[in-house]
């Protein structure tokens, strides 16, 4: 079928289906943006480098305290 000159074929979706469209666009922003959100909460959850160090630091103390009382257990048995 030919084209007439200056029919603008934007026109020929029913105003349900450009409302469904602009609906989704929406959900897609808001969709976006929230995972952007959530992506930015973990980072900062996420524990700084020296702060990470400190806590190697005491969780292997605790360890090896647990490990020499549980090696003077062992030998008094």
Same mark, same amino acid.
């Given at each position: @079928? #030919?084209?007439? @000159? *200056?029919?603008?074929? %934007? *026109?020929? =979706?029913? @105003?349900q289906? =450009?409302q +469904?469209?602009e609906?989704y666009? $929406?959900?897609?922003a808001t !969709?976006?943006s929230?995972?952007? &959100?959530?992506i930015?909460? !973990?980072? /900062? #959850?996420? @524990?700084? /480098?020296? %702060?990470?160090?400190?806590? =190697? $630091?005491q #969780? !292997? &103390?605790?360890l /090896? %305290?647990e +490990? &020499?009382e549980a090696?003077?257990q062992l030998? /008094?048995?």
């Open positions: @079928p #030919s084209k007439f @000159p *200056g029919f603008d074929r %934007s *026109g020929s =979706q029913t @105003p289906q =450009q +469904n469209q609906d666009a $929406m959900l897609f !969709l976006i929230r995972c952007a &959100k959530d930015d909460t !973990l980072i /900062e #959850s996420l @524990p700084s /480098e020296e %702060s990470s160090t400190e806590i =190697q $630091m #969780s !292997l &103390k605790r /090896e %305290s +490990n &020499k090696a003077e030998e /008094e048995v």
